[in-house]
């Protein structure tokens, strides 16, 4: 009898898995979204999220490189120069007055510098941004590990999700916000980055604080972030589906 912990079982199974649910997911954007192929389609991502779960461990890594990978220059997505009239307030005096509040179902909510945060422990890491639009760019990135502000301010035990709130509304509509659970929100390589290659974190690439999720797809990676919210639902943001795109029809689960 096969070992289900012999690493090459465990590979085919990951392969075996992963190309089933793509099938699934390739095949919905061409048929019709009725009842019955929404439900296919959930079942497909549900799939999908499980077997990473699955596959992959609490503390798995995505892959990181070498200095010499680094993008000469790393390419923005989404929203390049926000105008609300507040941000750019923020933005004429170099952020000095800016702060990032973080609220919700803590037991200690907080606000903080930018100042006070570059005074925390960072961690730098070079990591590939996958953009869902087909594009791919490897940059570093310094930051404060988002579960390291999360223990500071406490964690309710009825929070399920992190919400960040943005300050871009992109292309003139809602204002942007997307969410993770809590296992990708204590993940080690989540950060909410201040730095980019070196530098400070340019206005492009969403000065002066982001979001790295680097299990995730890249719209899942907010930039412009002002505030971190705990929530048990997402029936109070947006359209309820917890995310700026997918309110308007892209899937909550977007792991790589």
Not at 119 to 127: E, H, L
Request: hydrophobic residues 35%; positive net charge; charged residues 25%.
């Amino acid at each position: 009898m096969s070992n289900p912990t012999d690493p090459r079982r465990r590979r085919f199974l990951t392969r075996s898995l992963l190309a089933t649910s793509a099938v699934l997911l390739a095949g919905c954007d061409r048929l019709s979204r009725s009842d019955a192929m929404n439900r296919l389609f959930d079942a497909s991502k549900a799939l999908t999220q499980r077997t990473q779960r699955l596959l992959a461990s609490r503390e798995s890594l995505a892959r990181e490189y070498a200095p010499e990978d680094i993008a000469p220059s790393f390419r923005a997505n989404g929203t390049t120069n926000p105008q609300d009239e507040a941000y750019r307030r923020l933005a004429a005096n170099g952020f000095r007055d800016w702060r990032l509040t973080i609220d919700g179902l803590v037991e200690r909510p907080q606000t903080f510098s930018l100042d006070e945060l570059k005074a925390m422990p960072s961690r730098t890491q070079i990591t590939r941004h996958d953009c869902v639009e087909g594009w791919s760019c490897i940059g570093q990135w310094t930051g404060v590990v988002l579960g390291d502000l999360l223990a500071q301010v406490g964690v309710r035990d009825e929070a399920r999700f992190v919400v960040f709130h943005c300050a871009d509304r992109y292309r003139g509509t809602d204002s942007y916000y997307e969410s993770l659970d809590m296992l990708e929100a204590y993940h080690p390589q989540t950060l909410l980055a201040y730095r980019l290659n070196g530098g400070d974190l340019p206005i492009a690439n969403g000065a002066p604080l982001r979001l790295r999720a680097e299990r995730q797809l890249g719209y899942k990676m907010a930039k412009y972030v002002m505030r971190v919210e705990l929530v048990e639902s997402f029936a109070h943001l947006g359209r309820g589906r917890g995310g700026f795109w997918e309110d308007r029809g892209y899937q909550w689960w977007a792991g790589i």
